[in-house]
């Protein structure tokens, strides 16, 4: 098993920055790919980011590329989200998910998630 803890979210104002943070603790040998998911009220799930753990490749959904960036801390086995130039539109609770699978953006492939953090950007 793999348990992931969120932190980080809050409220900011349109065009501030957050980070949040996704500390990975347990069978973390396990993973290959750690990713960041987000659900706003009455959306479905939707990719956000993701990184591998080994080599750092990463990848983004087109909606926050050039604004969010993913990184990870391997000796703390943990993996962040910078969010930058923040939109009302990005409103919603952000979930970390990690998987085995390579690079995943869909959500039925991660197999551990964590509690999810609220991040809210009023308009």
């Known amino acids: 098993q793999v348990q992931l803890v969120e932190s980080g979210g809050g409220l900011v104002q349109a065009g501030g920055s957050l980070r949040l943070s996704c500390a990975a603790s347990?069978?973390?040998?396990?993973?290959?790919?750690m990713g960041w998911f987000r659900q706003a009220p009455g959306k479905e799930r939707e990719f956000v980011a993701a990184?591998?753990?080994?080599?750092?490749?990463?990848n983004y959904a087109d909606s926050v590329k050039g604004r969010f960036t993913i990184s990870r801390d391997n000796a703390k086995n943990t993996v962040y989200l910078r969010m930058n130039s923040l939109k009302p539109e990005d409103t919603a609770v952000y979930y970390c998910?990690?998987?085995?699978?390579?690079?995943?953006?869909?959500?039925?492939?991660?197999?551990?998630w964590g509690q999810g953090t609220q991040v809210t950007v009023p308009s």
């Open positions: 998910a990690a998987t085995r699978a390579t690079m995943a953006d869909q959500a039925k492939v991660y197999d551990y």
């Open positions: 990184i591998s753990w080994i080599g750092g490749n990463t």
């Open positions: 347990g069978r973390t040998f396990s993973v290959y790919t």
